[in-house]
């Protein structure tokens, strides 16, 4: 090949320290999933409030989410509100890039499960005597969390994915940032991104498999 | 016919005689092009100018280093992080990058003898107190992910057991960050600190010490296995010395001044 040899060996002595960032790679994604359902259901709450202000920001938030690339919007977490004198953490920017991103797929994702959902249901509910957010909360978000759940085990996979942005505003405790950081050091740059090539497949298969087991698990009918 | 066959085949047998002794200084002169990784984020050393065109005293080291070998230089904008891979990938020839000669490094790569020796300097936010390089001890510091400093500066927060240690992926972004306050201080070389505080580009920072470091000698690099062509270069850099290219590139990029020594006293390479 091109003139260069695989010292696979002095590359994977390093593992243990890649392992470490793939913890780190996976803590920030659960947290910016777990906050990104969060904010996705009171976007989407938003949106069905009929109130023009608070649809305006729901609908605001998604289509910058959704159009404009993870990177811009972790830099300007970092960088860009820096410039108003508020600082982040790299790990915090990280977090809240990627949580606004999550939100803004996720919302758009309950849209589409909402319409699944026949506005019967909810006349159904508040005929019962149900508040509209009693009726929301105990008969539609629970169906709209079932159809979207795959579309958010993909959201997830992309959260782990993204995390590897975190390098542009100065992480280095992630499974890239930790990969970026011993690449300097030794020069083992083909190594040491073929396995951390290898552990984010691992994980992103792993969130996939444990996914569908879930879903199985919860959604018989 | 027969002398046709005898004929072809003492033809293909200088062709592949040829092609098992051609080493990458032939290809190079072969191919009338010699491509350099340059890092052009890395002032004075790799910039461009106002009309977009690669300058520093990289550049003009490659287009010398071109010129001697009588072919035309191309320059490959590299990133730090991307200098093995573009290497590697056959993209470049030979990198001159401002590229640290580490030991662990030199397991992948060969390195020339050194062309260029940074003192390095540490810079702060106006905002913060620092009477010398030991106060950033306990306060978040950062440099350009991959380089000599960056390297060290990791290793000494480290040591204190205090403090915060952030890489970023370009020179811009460290003083972006250093002006914005979101580091109290970073280590650069002395010529880039110089640069960026002159520029005014990066308002509200301010060179404070020198960082104790050993000089941070950088050296051109090629594959490992190229004895042909480092061969080549450490000649190359022992004339640019010795024909004072060496100090004329020095006071046209870094300003007046002594160029460092490029020797180490007390021992040979």
């Known amino acids: 090949m091109f003139g260069y040899t695989f010292q696979w060996k002095q590359a994977l002595s390093k593992l243990p320290q890649m392992l470490d960032g793939a913890l780190v790679t996976m803590e920030i994604a659960l947290l910016s999933m777990a906050i990104g359902i969060a904010l996705a259901v009171l976007l989407t709450l938003f949106r069905l409030s009929g109130n023009r202000v608070l649809n305006g920001f729901a609908v605001t938030w998604v289509e910058v989410a959704r159009n404009t690339p993870a990177l811009f919007q972790i830099y300007m977490a970092h960088f860009g509100v820096a410039s108003f004198g508020i600082h982040f953490s790299p790990f915090t920017s990280l977090l809240i890039g990627i949580t606004f991103n999550n939100a803004g797929y996720l919302a758009e994702n309950f849209r589409g499960a909402l319409k699944a959902i026949p506005e019967t249901q909810t006349r159904a509910g508040r005929s019962l005597g149900m508040t509209p957010l009693e009726a929301f909360g105990y008969i539609v978000m629970p169906q709209m969390l079932r159809i979207a759940f795959l579309p958010m085990t993909n959201q997830m996979v992309w959260a782990i994915l993204m995390t590897s942005l975190g390098v542009t505003v100065g992480l280095n405790i992630d499974l890239y940032g930790v990969t970026q950081d011993l690449n300097a050091l030794t020069f083992r740059t083909f190594e040491l991104f073929a396995i951390a090539g290898v552990i984010f497949y691992l994980i992103t298969k792993i969130i996939q498999l444990g996914a569908r087991l879930v879903a199985a698990r919860l959604f018989r009918y | ?269």
């Open chain 2, 1 to 269: 016919m027969k002398l046709g066959l005898t004929l072809g085949g003492i033809a293909a047998a200088v062709v592949l005689a040829t092609a098992a002794q051609a080493d990458k200084l032939d290809d190079i002169i072969a191919s009338g092009t010699l491509r350099c990784a340059v890092t052009l984020d890395f002032p004075p050393m790799g910039m461009r100018d106002a009309s977009n065109n690669p300058i520093g005293f990289d550049v003009d080291y490659c287009n010398d280093l071109a010129a001697a070998l009588g072919v035309t230089a191309e320059i490959v904008d590299t990133p730090f992080p991307e200098r093995i891979p573009a290497l590697m990938s056959g993209r470049v020839d030979v990198g001159v990058a401002s590229t640290s000669d580490t030991l662990e490094r030199a397991k992948t790569v060969g390195f020339s003898i050194p062309y260029y020796a940074f003192e390095n300097a540490v810079v702060a936010n106006d905002k913060v107190e620092m009477a010398d390089w030991e106060g950033m001890k306990g306060k978040t510091v950062g440099a350009t992910a991959g380089t000599y400093e960056a390297i060290w500066l990791e290793g000494q927060v480290k040591a204190w057991g205090e403090g915060e240690f952030r890489p970023y992926q370009t020179q811009a972004d460290v003083f972006l960050a250093l002006s914005q306050g979101q580091l109290d201080a970073t280590v650069s070389t002395v010529e880039v600190a110089e640069a960026n505080v002159k520029s005014g580009n990066f308002p509200g920072i301010k060179i404070v010490d020198k960082a104790p470091m050993v000089p941070d000698y950088v050296a051109l690099f090629t594959m490992r296995n190229e004895y042909g062509l480092i061969n080549y270069l450490d000649l190359f850099v022992n004339q640019q010395v010795r024909t004072g290219r060496y100090a004329e590139l020095y006071k046209k990029w870094v300003g007046d001044g002594e160029p460092a020594n490029l020797s180490v006293p007390g021992v040979d390479r």
